[in-house]
Nanobody, 117 residues
């Protein structure tokens, strides 16, 4: 069973940056073999996929709404997933989760990102 713990959220002004982290662990879970995902949920909205990274980091995918602003990466030696977010907008305000699929499977408690002036 996987355990995912997100961190790094906070309050940032529009145009600012944040870097989120996700520490992965779990009995029988091998992080280095797992494609990983970031999803987010804004107040009153459904869960939204925002990034995918392959197990070896060779492939990354983003929806248009975050492409060229967000960058997903990972360190398999540390079993840690990252999300670098630049040029943040107010509409990026949400709880951010890492997950083992694009539907948010296995996600942790999330980390709040608030973009406001």
């Amino acid at each position: 069973e996987v355990e995912l713990v997100e961190s790094g959220g906070g309050l940032v002004q529009p145009g600012g940056s944040l870097r989120l982290s996700c520490a992965a662990s779990g009995r029988g879970f091998t992080f280095s073999n797992q494609w990983m995902y970031w999803v987010r949920q804004a107040p009153g909205q459904v869960l939204e996929w925002i990034a995918t990274i392959s197990d070896d980091s060779d492939q990354t995918y983003y929806p248009d709404i975050v492409k060229r602003r967000f960058t997903v990466s990972r360190d398999n030696a540390k079993s840690t997933l990252y999300l670098q977010m630049n040029d943040l907008k107010t509409e990026d305000t949400a709880v951010y989760y890492c997950a083992i699929n694009s539907r948010g499977g296995g996600r942790g408690q999330g980390t709040q990102v608030t973009v406001s002036s």
